[in-house]
């Protein structure tokens, strides 16, 4: 089935020490979003890629990177992690111009910042 | 801008009662898109149905229904015969549309209600 899948579901790092959240999508869309989700409140878009155009949103931290490798991967870095970066990571994609252009979702990857 | 309000941080409904999650939204733009989805405790999050804001009639799929009232600025979701499965938090949200009658911008989200199921 086609899908949008990510890796490593549960993620636990250290205070300070890098990590990268990985997303692959086999719908072939051309647009792929990163979303960060803190407990009981809406996802937050950090970024987006529009083939490979990466558009960033103005409140995200520079500790938040993005790279999209080829259509099908996308990749989150956390450069120094924070206790306040514990939180799920969505990854969304879409195909943009065709009229409804509806994001699906993966399954997420729950961070945890000891 | 665009706003999206839920109104109702939780509900609780009997197994196999109807419920409706309530969704108000602004917006400037002359056309949009609404969505709706659901979010299990897992964390993913699942697409349900959507309404374009010129569509003549209201959106279904299957259990569930998008009760559209363009003049209120309302997009009430409907779970039919609800299961207990359905418990998780619902989530509206709208994107602008431009006169090609593609989607541009990001998706607005609302805060989110909690459904309960109870059997």
């Known amino acids: 089935d086609a899908m949008v899948i990510q890796n490593p579901r549960y993620q636990v790092t250290q205070f300070g020490k890098p990590v990268t959240l990985s997303c692959s999508q086999t719908l072939n869309h051309n647009v792929m979003y990163w979303y960060q989700q803190k407990s009981s409140q809406a996802p937050k878009l950090l970024f987006h890629?529009?083939?490979?155009?990466?558009?960033n949103e103005a409140d995200t931290p520079d500790n938040f990177q993005s790279r999209r490798p080829n259509t099908s991967f996308c990749f989150l870095d956390i450069r120094s992690p924070g206790l306040g970066d514990a939180a799920m990571y969505l990854c969304a994609t879409s195909r943009e111009g065709t009229g409804q252009e509806t994001q699906y979702f993966g399954p997420g990857t729950r961070l945890l910042v000891l | 801008a665009q706003k999206i309000t839920q109104t109702q941080p939780g509900m609780f409904v009997q197994e196999k009662e109807a419920v409706t999650l309530d969704c108000t939204y602004d917006t400037s733009d002359p056309s949009y898109g609404l969505f709706w989805y659901k979010q299990p405790s897992s964390g993913e999050m699942i697409f349900l149905i959507y309404?374009?804001?010129?569509?003549?009639q209201n959106a279904t799929e299957g259990r569930y229904s998008l009760n559209f009232q363009k003049a209120r600025k309302s997009a009430n979701l409907v779970i039919s015969a609800s299961q207990l499965g359905d418990s998780a938090m619902y989530f509206c949200?709208?994107?602008?549309?431009?006169?090609?009658?593609?989607?541009?911008?990001?998706?607005?989200f609302g805060q989110g209600t909690i459904l309960t199921v109870h059997p």
């Open positions: 309404q374009g804001s010129y569509d003549q």
């Open positions: 890629y529009y083939d490979k155009d990466f558009n």
């Open positions: 949200a709208m994107r602008g549309m431009n006169a090609g009658g593609t989607s541009y911008g990001k998706l607005t």
